[in-house]
């Protein structure tokens, strides 16, 4: 059986899939996703999970500015840098200032929107969404 089957089979038993009833699931370690889910060792799961908990509170703080109109402006404090060892946080005024960082910054945003796109591309509801976005922004 693939993955989806197991899936669906979860998903047909109990009429829904979560991740919190694919966790009860394949806690048995005879399942056989159980190897897919959990492959830390319980040391290791906590700290990928402390790890997580600090990258949400990273994304989390906001600042505000002022446009010229006075309306404000919330944006993340943080933005992450793709870097050759991985992500690094950089505080978002450093970011506008630097054009290395900016064009850093702006390669990820394009990757995540062919992403978005690629996902979605084929639902009319999708670009509809586009659309209105758009006309928002330009009222």
Aim: hydrophobic share 40%; glycine share 2%; proline share 4%.
């Amino acid at each position: 059986m693939s993955v989806r089957d197991h899936l669906q089979a979860i998903y047909d038993k109990h009429g829904s899939l979560t991740p919190d009833i694919l966790l009860e699931e394949a806690r048995d370690p005879k399942h056989p996703l159980h190897k897919s889910i959990f492959k830390l060792e319980l040391k290791e799961a906590a700290w990928a999970w402390y790890r997580e908990q600090a990258h949400e509170l990273i994304r989390s703080v906001k600042i505000t500015y002022r446009k010229t109109d006075g309306t404000a402006l919330d944006v993340r404090a943080f933005h992450a840098i793709r870097r050759e060892n991985g992500y690094t946080y950089e505080p978002t005024e450093k970011v506008a200032q630097d054009p290395f960082l900016k064009k850093l910054l702006m390669a990820d945003m394009e990757r995540e929107w062919k992403q978005l796109r690629q996902r979605y591309d084929s639902t009319r509801e999708f670009w509809e969404l586009i659309a209105k976005d758009l006309e928002a922004i330009a009222a």
